[in-house]
């Protein structure tokens, strides 16, 4: 009963899988009406053989796509109830401090990551040892970032 009040069980689905069944009833039992007309040699022969052969399978799609969207939101739940720690989507990051290493070679071509936002910002093309900042090469375009001297690196 709690998970029915907090929304945490979706009755919604539910019910599309029954509007699924009554609406293919009525697709049937219309595609027979209309065949029954097609055999006094109405004009719209056509148009009720056409509607009793994609009536069908459209409202099946139709209710296809409602289930997804169900679907995801189940699966983003597990997702998110999950332990995510040894998840691949988890990067662990390590900071540096460029002024702190002694093999500058390590770094070259990691990914970088902001500090504050931890967004992934470019690869780092050149460390200075000396003035203890690197040199950041974004992915698109030819914009580079130089003189950044703390960043988020993957674990090495």
């Known amino acids: 009963m709690k998970n029915f009040l907090m929304f945490d ?5 539910w019910i599309i899988r029954f509007l699924y069944v009554i609406g293919q009833l009525i697709v049937i039992i ?7 007309e097609m055999f006094y040699g109405d004009e719209e022969i056509i148009m009720g053989f056409l509607f009793s052969i994609l009536s069908v399978p459209l409202w099946r799609m139709t209710c296809e796509s409602l289930i997804v969207i ?7 739940s597990i997702i998110a109830a999950s332990d995510t720690t040894n998840s691949p989507l988890s990067i662990s990051k390590t900071k540096i401090v460029f002024s702190n290493i002694k093999n500058p070679d390590l770094y070259i071509n990691k990914k970088a990551y902001d500090l504050t936002t931890k967004n992934y910002i470019g690869k780092i ?4 040892l000396e003035k203890g900042n690197c040199l950041i090469k974004k992915d698109f375009g030819t914009e580079e970032e130089k003189g950044i001297t703390e960043i988020l690196v993957n674990e090495l």
């Open 125 to 128: 093309a050149k460390v200075d």
């Open 70 to 76: 169900f679907r995801i939101s189940e699966n983003i």
């Open 9 to 13: 069980f979706l009755i919604t689905p």
């Open 30 to 36: 219309a595609s027979f009406a209309l065949a029954d």
